[in-house]
């Protein structure tokens, strides 16, 4: 039988969702507790990769297992992870249904702020240069984006991406009066995909390169010229969708 399990984790941690040969991770994590708890090797699958600092408010994953969960599973499985990662339910499935494969919408919020906050640290960006970045073409930058479906300028360069395509739903800046945020959804995304773009919106916003740079770069299916990544700690994965749970 398949199960599914809705989760969140804070990802200061940890090196990204995938198995690392020579670093912790949240699969690792997440697998090693559900193997002792059923007694035996379970391999679970998540709805996509994370990168290392980045975190989940949502997150989906699977595992199978040939009989009933054993009683109590839940609050075991939460009681023997760490508090960095909760379990919000788990639930039976088809066998057919994939967490990865059949999410067809996911959605990510970028935070950060030029003010200082202690107690997250590792959960919102401090960038004080925002205060000089100008809102209007930060957020042209955002909604160029929307008319476009291949993202080639951002990509990683060593992806091992097939297709530079995604479905691109939103595009947005949220600008709050101590905070900042940038919203977007797809289909799916590239590595490293919204830390780039969240780089070049503020890159566009302090008039370190010009929005018709970016326009030719998605034009031309090239890379910026002076291409940022931002820091993965202001990054959350935030809602992924299925069909059959929508139903």
Request: charged fraction near 25%; glycine fraction near 4%.
């Amino acid at each position: 039988m398949r199960y599914f399990i809705e989760l969140a984790y804070n990802g200061a941690n940890y090196h990204g969702w995938q198995y690392q040969p020579n670093a912790i991770s949240v699969q690792e994590t997440l697998e090693t507790a559900v193997s002792v708890i059923l007694n035996q090797k379970t391999a679970v699958t998540g709805c996509g990769r994370t990168d290392t600092g980045v975190h989940a408010s949502q997150y989906f994953a699977h595992f199978d297992f040939e009989n009933e969960l054993p009683k109590a599973f839940f609050f075991r499985l939460n009681k023997f992870l760490p508090p960095n990662i909760v379990i919000h339910r788990i639930f039976q499935v088809e066998d057919e249904q994939h967490s990865r494969f059949d999410a067809h919408y996911r959605a990510y919020a970028y935070h950060l702020s030029w003010k200082k906050d202690p107690f997250r640290q590792k959960t919102l960006l401090h960038y004080p240069l925002a205060l000089k970045a100008d809102q209007e073409k930060m957020q042209a930058a955002a909604q160029l984006l929307l008319h476009y479906k291949a993202f080639s300028p951002f990509c990683k360069t060593n992806s091992d991406a097939k297709t530079m395509l995604c479905d691109l739903y939103k595009s947005e800046w949220e600008f709050q009066e101590n905070e900042w945020i940038y919203h977007i959804a797809a289909n799916r995304f590239l590595r490293g995909m919204v830390r780039l773009i969240v780089g070049m919106s503020l890159s566009v916003g302090l008039g370190k390169i010009n929005i018709k740079d970016v326009k030719k770069a998605l034009d031309e299916q090239t890379r910026l010229e002076k291409s940022l990544s931002i820091a993965p700690e202001g990054l959350f994965l935030v809602e992924v969708k299925y069909d059959f749970l929508s139903k």
